[in-house]
């Protein structure tokens, strides 16, 4: 995906750092972006070969994320001046919380960064995590979420938070938030029913925790077609109306109205991988 269009990646594609014969694999799948996993996918004994994975990613001209460890462990600080010699690698930082999204972008100045929200805290402090300077974007890790929360993974409960996130992400001028995995790799209409969720309450990208995800993914999280005629249809008659509100089939088209219809046409257009 372009540059200039990267806040609008629609699918996010974990792969572990510790297994770099999938790094090309992931990168071809049609991920919108690949996310290198220095944390949870990669044992302790292989936290030091798969940075040096990573860093050889990078220098041969790959691109993506890389999920470094958490600011609580003492990988931290490694994964850092890993990502610091990775040009143009985004960071997403794991149990995102101010003070650690602070520390992140205080050593790597000007990159961006994806605040992972799967604790509490974290959650309380949301807003703040998303006014806190680099930080790009937000995304929901809804699995480890639910286990600090102390709820169960398919909890209704965990759309609260959804609706928090998309909210924080929108009073700070942040993209649609990244929605987090569906643990069935199998069920097409398990990850269909996620993604219908995650954009009902706002959500504009999914994390994917296998290939087979991806296609799904993208497909979901752009406009339907009825949106997109919908959409050209209120901006067409828009222009012959001139200045003011209108009918369109009999209801009122105001500004409100007008912006979500760009809004949806401005997802179509997002690029490929």
């Not at 995906?1 to 750092?17: E, I, K, N």
């Not at 860093?55 to 609580?72: L, P, T």
């Given at each position: 995906?372009?540059?200039?269009?990267?806040?609008?990646?629609?699918?996010?594609?974990?792969?572990?750092?510790?297994?770099?014969?999938?790094?090309?694999?992931?990168?071809?799948?049609?991920?919108?972006?690949?996310?290198?996993?220095?944390?949870?996918?990669?044992a302790?004994?292989?936290?030091?070969?798969?940075?040096?994975?990573?860093?050889?990613?990078?220098?041969?001209?790959?691109?993506?994320?890389?999920?470094?460890?958490?600011?609580?462990?003492?990988?931290?600080?490694?994964?850092?001046?890993?990502v610091a010699?990775?040009?143009?690698?985004?960071?997403?930082?794991?149990?995102?919380?101010p003070?650690?999204?602070?520390?992140?972008g205080?050593?790597?100045?000007?990159?961006?960064i994806?605040a992972?929200?799967?604790?509490?805290?974290?959650?309380?402090?949301?807003?703040?995590?998303?006014?806190?300077?680099?930080?790009r974007?937000?995304?929901?890790?809804?699995?480890?979420?639910?286990?600090?929360?102390?709820?169960?993974?398919?909890?209704?409960?965990l759309?609260?938070?959804?609706?928090?996130?998309?909210?924080?992400?929108?009073y700070?001028?942040?993209p649609?938030?990244?929605d987090?995995?569906?643990?069935?790799?199998?069920?097409?209409?398990?990850?269909?029913?996620?993604?219908?969720?995650?954009?009902?309450?706002?959500?504009?990208?999914?994390?994917?925790?296998?290939?087979?995800?991806?296609g799904?993914?993208?497909?979901g999280?752009?406009?339907?077609?009825?949106?997109?005629?919908?959409a050209?249809?209120?901006?067409?008659?828009?222009?012959?109306?001139?200045?003011?509100?209108f009918?369109?089939?009999?209801?009122?088209?105001d500004?409100?109205?007008?912006?979500?219809?760009?809004?949806?046409?401005?997802?179509?257009?997002?690029?490929?991988?």
């Amino acid at each position: 995906m372009s540059a200039d269009r990267s806040d609008q990646a629609l699918s996010y594609l974990f792969v572990p750092a510790s297994r770099p014969e999938r790094f090309g694999k992931a990168a071809a799948s049609g991920a919108h972006r690949i996310i290198l996993d220095l944390e949870d996918a990669v044992a302790p004994a292989e936290k030091d070969v798969a940075r040096g994975a990573v860093i050889d990613w990078f220098r041969s001209g790959g691109r993506g994320v890389i999920r470094i460890n958490g600011a609580d462990t003492h990988w931290f600080d490694a994964d850092l001046a890993a990502v610091a010699v990775c040009s143009g690698a985004e960071v997403m930082v794991p149990k995102a919380e101010p003070k650690a999204i602070s520390r992140v972008g205080h050593y790597l100045v000007n990159r961006q960064i994806i605040a992972l929200v799967e604790t509490v805290a974290g959650l309380v402090q949301i807003a703040e995590t998303a006014a806190t300077k680099g930080v790009r974007r937000l995304a929901f890790g809804n699995v480890d979420f639910s286990t600090d929360a102390r709820i169960p993974a398919s909890s209704p409960a965990l759309d609260h938070a959804r609706f928090q996130i998309a909210m924080a992400a929108r009073y700070a001028g942040l993209p649609p938030p990244i929605d987090g995995v569906t643990l069935a790799l199998d069920d097409e209409a398990a990850i269909g029913a996620d993604i219908e969720t995650a954009r009902n309450f706002g959500f504009g990208a999914k994390l994917c925790i296998h290939p087979r995800q991806v296609g799904i993914v993208n497909a979901g999280f752009i406009p339907s077609d009825s949106e997109i005629v919908w959409a050209k249809r209120v901006l067409a008659a828009s222009e012959q109306s001139g200045d003011g509100a209108f009918q369109l089939d009999g209801k009122m088209i105001d500004r409100p109205v007008l912006d979500r219809a760009r809004f949806l046409l401005d997802r179509v257009l997002v690029p490929s991988p």
